[in-house]
């Protein structure tokens, strides 16, 4: 009776509190409202989409090349990863393969990327619970494999290296020895990370027990990737439903046993091992061969061939006076305002101002306008000297003139692609990442659906988090690895 | 006029004498306040370029040589920015908050002796008075937090003060087996009483004394890994969360000079103050020349180097972790050793 009045009078409540989207511990930003009894978890309910920009419907209105620089955007960690799932999907869809040194040097960017996202995640996950200089001690690996991609591709975060049918261009071989260089010396580093951190008492009370998960639950809400490995399940789609050269390289698929914050420490640990002997198998075994498939259909044209012979940049773009018609056509086309001229008459290229896109050139219909190779700078009269119908211009600039029109229609309007729809799965750093594709016959998909790892992941956290402490939701924001910019799309 | 009429001779006498001292006391205090903050401003500067190291970074390097300015430029920076308060806070607490921190932790600086003959106040009961004046400290945290007007400043002021409040308890215990030995509240005495003891420092007989305050000065401080009154990765900033400017800097200055409040414990306590043992002159009877502030210097940067040494190398405690060390295991070993102290003390 007592009591009831007291707690008539003092009435209770959660104390509600709102972590994020601004928080030091949401890695990006999740939005997690926490009811709280004291420091114990009653509830968590996370609130996503802050970073949603509308990848999928974008990708909708946007040919299959160019929804390609999307996918970066996605998992900014692991940027190859979606890469190659999206460009393993579009392949299917095409009914097209990569050759085999692409496949192989896609593996290899691929692992690295999983090895980079798995550091990025050590990093973070231990900053998160404290030891601050694992992360320190990762970014400096971390910024070795970044170096890697620039050499490859010019960029570190957003690469888009993997093409459809390939890869963008070959690897150097400065490229493949710093490469191998970081395998060797990797598994020392991880073994120095875990000085750190794998017996520590301290980490051991922070991980150990914490956002327990059985298989069966795992399976259940959808867990993929080392998240779900860490419960005990040996599902992995490099090893199930292998694509590019998954199937060929020799590597286990570690698991946990109990399914808690430190068994998926550990599985993320083993994997990166892993990852580090795919990678070297695959150097070894890396064949040679073209990295792009050559299928006209689907493929856009390798770069080197849609130039000519000679260096692109040493030629000149000219308009034979008597073929001109003065239809204007290519007035209107050249993005560089070079060409002038009245209409009915012969117009004239300001080669000074020409950026040599050869637009005029697949735009106009009369065969007026031609190619002079090594004809930069030279002044109009010479260059009408030199100017010979596009008819009769050498094999190998007619080709690479062709090749030029062909990108021109791909990037306008896209490929024939069969109709249909596909589902294809890959296994990125986070889980399963898919691609699910409509097609309709045109160059665009008819619907893009993005099955986001991180997403269902997020969905799991008040599973995790529930009846723990509020230092625990930490460690489970950690050790599900999530990457928002994915989540949200 | 002749002043001898006004005032005798006497009383002239003692109010030279006592001008005299009240000049010596105010230039003893601007050495110690003036030594406070220097140390302030490159204990931030030593720590980011141990930590750096420790990190395979090379920590501040732009400003100055070596990044040698840093602290100034830091300086400068806090006290130009805007100070903000929160439209809900309770301004009168959340003025007074920082102030009361920093000032308990200056005052303490007042009874820590040097070097041979060099305090400030020079009281009997200079321990005590550190503690007392340690725990007011507390309430500037915890004003913090409730001012704040904010969740996580709450949360950290709370987790503060309950950790605060605990880790002094064994702390305090912890000095108990010394004061048993020494026989001494006074911080002099305690020295003294080291120098002529047979190890030359209570490091060495109050061993689990000391390891026992080593962990809770590292608690009491809220450094890592029991840092979770300011867990960033919880908490944001924990009870200062919505400080920002020169309030944010008192609570920084607070800090650090609690961290070398709490070296200089350990150095005069454990590690022998100014002096050094007896066996270490005996052999190298040159060290003798060495003045002692030099010896005690060392002492306390080589603990303040090992607060940096922890940090960089293990994460955080828990809440409930942290509680279960602080009562369960730090409180009955302190126990244990006051009574082992005492039994030794009375058979010997």
Same mark, same amino acid.
């Given at each position: 009776?007592?009591?009831?009045?007291?707690?008539?009078?003092?009435?209770?409540?959660?104390?509600?509190?709102?972590?994020?989207?601004?928080?030091?511990?949401?890695?990006?930003?999740?939005?997690?409202?926490?009811?709280?009894?004291?420091?114990?978890?009653?509830?968590?309910?996370?609130?996503?989409?802050?970073?949603?920009?509308?990848?999928?419907?974008?990708?909708?209105?946007?040919?299959?090349?160019?929804?390609?620089?999307?996918?970066?955007?996605?998992?900014?960690?692991?940027?190859?990863?979606?890469?190659? +799932?999206?460009?393993?999907?579009?392949?299917?869809?095409? +009914?097209?393969?990569?050759?085999?040194?692409?496949?192989?040097?896609?593996?290899?960017?691929?692992?690295?990327?999983?090895?980079?996202?798995?550091?990025?995640?050590?990093?973070?996950?231990?900053?998160?619970?404290?030891?601050?200089?694992?992360?320190?001690?990762?970014?400096?690996?971390?910024?070795?494999?970044?170096?890697?991609?620039?050499?490859?591709?010019?960029?570190?975060?957003?690469?888009?290296?993997?093409?459809? +049918?390939?890869?963008?261009?070959?690897?150097?071989?400065?490229?493949?020895?710093?490469?191998?260089?970081?395998?060797?010396?990797?598994?020392?580093?991880?073994?120095?990370?875990?000085?750190?951190?794998?017996?520590?008492?301290?980490?051991?009370?922070?991980?150990?027990?914490?956002?327990?998960?059985?298989?069966?639950?795992?399976?259940?809400?959808?867990?993929?990737?080392?998240?779900?490995?860490?419960?005990?399940?040996?599902?992995?789609?490099?090893?199930?439903?292998?694509?590019?050269?998954?199937?060929?390289?020799?590597?286990?698929?570690?698991? +946990?046993?109990?399914?808690?914050?430190?068994?998926?420490?550990?599985?993320?640990?083993?994997?990166?091992?892993?990852?580090?002997?795919?990678?070297?198998?695959?150097?070894?075994?890396?064949?040679?061969?073209?990295?792009?498939?050559?299928?006209?259909?689907?493929?856009?044209?390798?770069?080197?061939?849609?130039?000519?012979?000679?260096?692109?940049?040493?030629?000149?773009?000219?308009?034979?006076?008597?073929?001109?018609?003065?239809?204007?056509?290519?007035?209107?086309?050249?993005?560089?305002?070079?060409?002038?001229?009245?209409?009915?008459?012969?117009?004239?290229?300001?080669?000074?101002?020409?950026?040599?896109?050869?637009?005029?050139?697949?735009?106009?219909?009369?065969?007026?306008?031609?190619?002079?190779?090594?004809?930069?700078?030279?002044?109009?009269?010479?260059?009408?000297?030199?100017?010979?119908?596009?008819?009769?211009?050498?094999?190998?600039?007619?080709?690479?003139?062709?090749?030029?029109?062909?990108?021109?229609?791909?990037?306008?309007?896209?490929?024939?692609?069969?109709?249909?729809?596909?589902?294809?799965?890959?296994?990125?750093?986070?889980?399963?990442?898919?691609?699910?594709?409509?097609?309709?016959?045109?160059?665009?998909?008819?619907?893009?659906?993005?099955?986001?790892?991180?997403?269902?992941?997020?969905?799991?956290?008040?599973?995790?988090?529930?009846?723990?402490?509020?230092?625990?939701?930490?460690?489970?924001?950690?050790?599900?690895?999530?990457?928002?910019?994915?989540?949200?799309? | 006029?002749?002043?001898?009429?006004?005032?005798?001779?006497?009383?002239?006498?003692?109010?030279?004498?006592?001008?005299?001292?009240?000049?010596?006391?105010?230039?003893?205090?601007?050495?110690?306040?003036?030594?406070?903050?220097?140390?302030?401003?490159?204990?931030?500067?030593?720590?980011?370029?141990?930590?750096?190291?420790?990190?395979?970074?090379?920590?501040?390097?732009?400003?100055?040589?070596?990044?040698?300015?840093?602290?100034?430029?830091?300086?400068?920076?806090?006290?130009?920015?805007?100070?903000?308060?929160?439209?809900?806070?309770?301004?009168?607490?959340?003025?007074?908050?920082?102030?009361?921190?920093?000032?308990?932790?200056?005052?303490?600086?007042?009874?820590?002796?040097?070097?041979?003959?060099?305090?400030?106040?020079?009281?009997?009961?200079?321990?005590?008075?550190?503690?007392?004046?340690?725990?007011?400290?507390?309430?500037?945290?915890?004003?913090?937090?409730?001012?704040?007007?904010?969740?996580?400043?709450?949360?950290?002021?709370?987790?503060?003060?309950?950790?605060?409040?605990?880790?002094?308890?064994?702390?305090?215990?912890?000095?108990?087996?010394?004061?048993?030995?020494?026989?001494?509240?006074?911080?002099?005495?305690?020295?003294?009483?080291?120098?002529?003891?047979?190890?030359?420092?209570?490091?060495?007989?109050?061993?689990?004394?000391?390891?026992?305050?080593?962990?809770?000065?590292?608690?009491?401080?809220?450094?890592?890994?029991?840092?979770?009154?300011?867990?960033?990765?919880?908490?944001?900033?924990?009870?200062?969360?919505?400080?920002?400017?020169?309030?944010?800097?008192?609570?920084?200055?607070?800090?650090?000079?609690?961290?070398?409040?709490?070296?200089?414990?350990?150095?005069?306590?454990?590690?022998?103050?100014?002096?050094?043992?007896?066996?270490?002159?005996?052999?190298?009877?040159?060290?003798?020349?060495?003045?002692?502030?030099?010896?005690?210097?060392?002492?306390?940067?080589?603990?303040?180097?090992?607060?940096?040494?922890?940090?960089?190398?293990?994460?955080?405690?828990?809440?409930?972790?942290?509680?279960?060390?602080?009562?369960?295991?730090?409180?009955?070993?302190?126990?244990?050793?006051?009574?082992?102290?005492?039994?030794?003390?009375?058979?010997?």
């Amino acid at each position: 009776m007592i009591q009831r009045e007291a707690e008539k009078i003092f009435e209770t409540r959660e104390l509600n509190v709102n972590m994020g989207p601004q928080h030091p511990a949401t890695h990006g930003v999740l939005r997690l409202v926490l009811d709280m009894d004291g420091e114990t978890i009653v509830n968590v309910t996370p609130y996503v989409g802050y970073l949603h920009r509308g990848i999928e419907k974008l990708g909708e209105n946007l040919s299959y090349f160019q929804a390609l620089p999307l996918t970066d955007r996605m998992d900014y960690v692991s940027a190859m990863s979606n890469n190659i +799932g999206y460009c393993v999907a579009v392949e299917k869809l095409f +009914g097209i393969e990569a050759p085999e040194r692409a496949k192989y040097i896609r593996t290899i960017v691929g692992e690295m990327s999983r090895i980079a996202n798995h550091l990025l995640w050590l990093a973070t996950h231990a900053l998160d619970i404290g030891a601050m200089t694992v992360f320190l001690y990762c970014f400096r690996e971390r910024e070795w494999i970044l170096d890697l991609f620039e050499m490859i591709c010019g960029a570190r975060l957003t690469v888009t290296y993997p093409r459809v +049918g390939g890869v963008r261009n070959d690897v150097p071989q400065a490229f493949l020895d710093s490469l191998w260089k970081f395998t060797d010396e990797f598994p020392s580093r991880i073994r120095e990370y875990e000085t750190l951190i794998d017996q520590n008492r301290i980490w051991l009370q922070r991980t150990v027990g914490i956002g327990v998960i059985s298989a069966e639950e795992a399976v259940n809400w959808g867990m993929t990737g080392p998240t779900l490995r860490g419960s005990g399940v040996a599902y992995d789609i490099r090893k199930h439903m292998p694509y590019d050269a998954y199937d060929q390289v020799e590597f286990d698929v570690p698991i +946990g046993t109990e399914g808690d914050t430190y068994d998926r420490y550990r599985c993320r640990m083993l994997e990166m091992r892993q990852s580090n002997s795919i990678i070297r198998q695959c150097i070894e075994k890396l064949p040679a061969g073209p990295v792009m498939a050559d299928d006209p259909k689907f493929v856009l044209p390798p770069k080197d061939k849609m130039m000519p012979v000679t260096h692109p940049t040493d030629m000149a773009y000219f308009i034979i006076e008597k073929a001109c018609k003065g239809c204007g056509m290519c007035l209107r086309a050249c993005p560089a305002k070079a060409i002038t001229g009245e209409k009915k008459k012969p117009h004239k290229i300001d080669q000074s101002l020409c950026l040599q896109c050869s637009t005029c050139f697949t735009t106009c219909k009369f065969k007026s306008l031609t190619v002079v190779p090594g004809g930069k700078g030279m002044s109009d009269d010479k260059l009408a000297e030199l100017a010979v119908s596009p008819d009769k211009l050498p094999d190998d600039i007619k080709e690479a003139q062709q090749a030029l029109t062909r990108q021109f229609d791909f990037i306008k309007k896209g490929p024939k692609v069969p109709e249909g729809d596909v589902y294809v799965a890959t296994e990125v750093p986070k889980g399963e990442l898919g691609f699910y594709f409509v097609s309709d016959g045109t160059g665009k998909p008819y619907r893009m659906r993005v099955r986001a790892p991180s997403f269902i992941h997020a969905g799991c956290l008040p599973r995790l988090c529930k009846g723990h402490l509020v230092a625990d939701v930490i460690a489970a924001i950690g050790t599900i690895d999530i990457v928002l910019g994915e989540c949200d799309r | 006029m002749n002043f001898g009429t006004i005032i005798s001779p006497d009383v002239l006498d003692g109010l030279i004498a006592f001008g005299i001292n009240v000049l010596i006391i105010i230039l003893k205090i601007v050495v110690v306040l003036a030594i406070g903050l220097l140390h302030v401003a490159y204990a931030t500067y030593f720590e980011r370029k141990v930590i750096g190291h420790m990190q395979v970074r090379l920590g501040p390097m732009r400003v100055g040589p070596h990044g040698l300015l840093q602290p100034f430029a830091d300086g400068l920076k806090l006290f130009f920015k805007e100070d903000i308060i929160p439209a809900q806070a309770d301004k009168a607490m959340f003025y007074l908050a920082p102030v009361i921190f920093m000032a308990s932790a200056m005052v303490n600086l007042s009874v820590i002796p040097y070097a041979e003959n060099f305090v400030i106040a020079d009281i009997n009961v200079g321990l005590l008075f550190l503690f007392a004046i340690a725990g007011v400290g507390v309430y500037g945290i915890f004003l913090a937090g409730w001012a704040s007007n904010s969740k996580y400043a709450f949360m950290g002021g709370l987790r503060s003060s309950a950790q605060v409040l605990s880790y002094e308890i064994a702390m305090g215990f912890s000095l108990v087996g010394v004061m048993i030995m020494s026989g001494s509240l006074n911080l002099n005495e305690i020295v003294k009483a080291q120098q002529e003891s047979l190890f030359g420092m209570y490091a060495i007989p109050q061993f689990a004394a000391f390891i026992v305050f080593t962990i809770s000065a590292v608690a009491e401080t809220n450094r890592t890994p029991f840092d979770l009154p300011e867990a960033e990765s919880e908490l944001v900033a924990g009870y200062f969360t919505e400080y920002s400017g020169f309030r944010f800097a008192l609570f920084f200055l607070g800090e650090y000079i609690a961290m070398f409040i709490m070296a200089s414990i350990a150095a005069v306590c454990f590690l022998g103050g100014w002096t050094l043992p007896w066996y270490v002159t005996k052999i190298l009877p040159f060290l003798n020349h060495v003045p002692g502030f030099f010896w005690y210097l060392i002492k306390v940067y080589a603990f303040i180097f090992f607060y940096y040494w922890i940090r960089a190398t293990v994460p955080r405690y828990r809440y409930d972790q942290l509680m279960k060390i602080g009562w369960k295991i730090l409180i009955p070993i302190a126990l244990a050793n006051i009574v082992i102290t005492g039994l030794v003390k009375l058979i010997l």
